[in-house]
């Protein structure tokens, strides 16, 4: 079993920065895939990133790729989602989630934290 807890969403200006952070009970969260995904209202769940249980291999949505830098620290039990040049357009409701396997389905995965919100003023 696997818990999971978002932290640092708040509200920024567009072009600012968020760093999010999902922390992690179980010693199995070092062997599972995580990811992100975030919500906007009246929109489906969508992908954002993923980074495999080593951190080695890493994806990410078109939307916020070179924009969004997604990491772990296995020794901490937690992840990271490093956002930068935000846009309006990120605001939503933003979700970690791990999986023994890598997946990019937000169906595949297993475990999920309640969410944290970000918001980005034009």
């Known amino acids: 079993q696997v818990q999971l807890v978002e932290s640092g969403g708040g509200w920024v200006q567009a072009g600012g920065s968020l760093r999010l952070s999902c922390a992690a009970s179980?010693?199995?969260?070092?062997?599972?895939?995580m990811a992100w995904f975030r919500q906007a209202p009246g929109k489906e769940r969508a992908f954002v990133a993923a980074i495999s249980w080593t951190g080695l291999t890493t994806t990410y949505a078109d939307s916020v790729k070179g924009r969004f830098t997604i990491s772990r620290d296995n020794a901490k039990n937690t992840g990271y989602l490093q956002m930068n040049s935000l846009r309006p357009e990120d605001t939503a409701f933003y979700y970690c989630a791990a999986n023994p396997g890598w997946a990019t389905n937000y169906s595949d995965y297993r475990y999920w934290g309640q969410g944290t919100q970000v918001t980005v003023s034009s």
């Open positions: 179980g010693r199995t969260f070092r062997s599972y895939a």
